[in-house]
């Protein structure tokens, strides 16, 4: 087989998502991986060496949900959940309890709409057990995942079947508030965000984040609806070199007005996804009778895992081709 290079997969990776009706379902590489790199720092002692034993490893694998997109046909439900599909007081109406959910709504229409407050909590009860084991990898493997799904609960767009705002012909916002502004302005935000909390019900927290999530969700697409009148397309986007290749993207002048007038969204969803992932991890920790950590200073991941890492991301460059919505 052809061997794909790094830049060709990134590249090709941005023109996929750039043409499919399908959601990004993702902050963005980057804002993922400094989420969980920086709920880190909001750790006790006890936790906090370990972590930062294997920041890069906590950091790095942040984006692996988004890369099982390729190869999971359930991935993607993970990821987000259309309240605007239960009606005008969803929140009222949808059982918090995922049992009693299926019940009333059957699974696989939970499915159908998104399923992330319920699958953060599992996560939750995975990490919880891989702490009460001591199994090193599974701990890492699901703190890192869990950071994703959380991180995902923060943003406002993952709450609404109006994803992309295709049905407000704003199509391509989704990438624009949750990448382009933080590719732009995300260096000058304040990531001290405190110390982890413990979170005497994950579930409702979960819930708690979509909703906030959901609340925010008029203004980001009034705001861009607001400031494309304002801008002729000549002056709303712009080109940038990426690699090899030019791109069309939202012109530095149209995010940064954006983001303006989102009043510093975006940097709050993300420190307040940052505490959240950071609090979740603690409580697990703590739920799991705060298991000494300290063993763990000489170890690394073990075999089995670097070698399951590695065949995922074969996995993934294999299937792009295969990925629902996606062309050549």
């Keep these: 087989m052809k061997k794909i290079g790094v830049s060709t997969i990134v590249l ?30 909001t750790l006790p002692e006890g936790m906090i060496g370990f972590y930062k034993q294997h920041l890069d490893y906590i950091t790095e694998h942040a984006v692996d949900p ?29 059982p918090h309890k995922w049992n009693a959910a299926i019940k009333k ?15 953060i909590e599992k996560m939750m009860n ?37 994803y992309n705002g295709q049905f407000t012909n704003q199509r391509g916002i989704h990438g624009f508030w949750e990448s382009r502004i933080p590719e732009l302005k995300s260096e000058g935000y304040d990531y001290w965000v405190g110390k982890a909390k413990y979170i005497d019900k994950p579930i409702e927290k979960a819930w708690s984040s979509v909703k906030a999530s959901n609340a925010a969700l008029d203004s980001v ?10 801008y002729s397309p000549d002056k709303k986007y712009s080109f940038e070199n990426r690699g090899q290749t030019m791109i069309k993207v939202y012109s530095y002048e149209y995010t940064n007005e954006y983001n303006i007038m989102l009043n510093g969204m975006v940097e709050r969803r993300m420190r307040g996804a940052i505490i959240t992932v950071g609090s979740m991890w603690y409580t697990a920790w703590v739920n799991a009778g705060k298991p000494d950590l300290i063993k763990f200073n000489e170890k690394d991941i ?27």
């Design 302 to 328: 073990s075999d089995s895992l670097k070698q399951f890492l590695k065949t995922e991301e074969q996995l993934k460059i294999d299937n792009v081709k295969d990925i629902k919505g996606h062309s050549d």
């Design 126 to 162: 995975r990490l919880t057990e891989a702490f009460r084991q001591e199994n090193l990898d599974l701990i890492l493997h699901y703190s890192a995942d869990i950071g994703h799904y959380i991180a995902d609960s923060h943003v406002p767009l993952h709450t609404t079947s109006n």
């Design 105 to 119: 709504y059957t699974e696989d229409t939970l499915k159908a709409h998104g399923i992330v407050p319920w699958y």
């Design 12 to 41: 090709l990776f941005f023109l996929l998502i750039c043409k499919t009706d399908e959601p990004a379902y993702s902050w963005g590489f980057y804002a993922h991986k400094k989420i969980n790199r920086m709920a880190v720092f």
């Design 221 to 230: 697409l009034r705001l861009e609806s607001e400031l494309n009148a304002r």
């Design 66 to 94: 988004d890369k099982r997109r390729y190869v999971n046909p359930d991935e993607a439900s993970r990821h987000y959940i259309d309240m605007d599909r239960y009606g005008k007081y969803a929140f009222d109406s949808i």
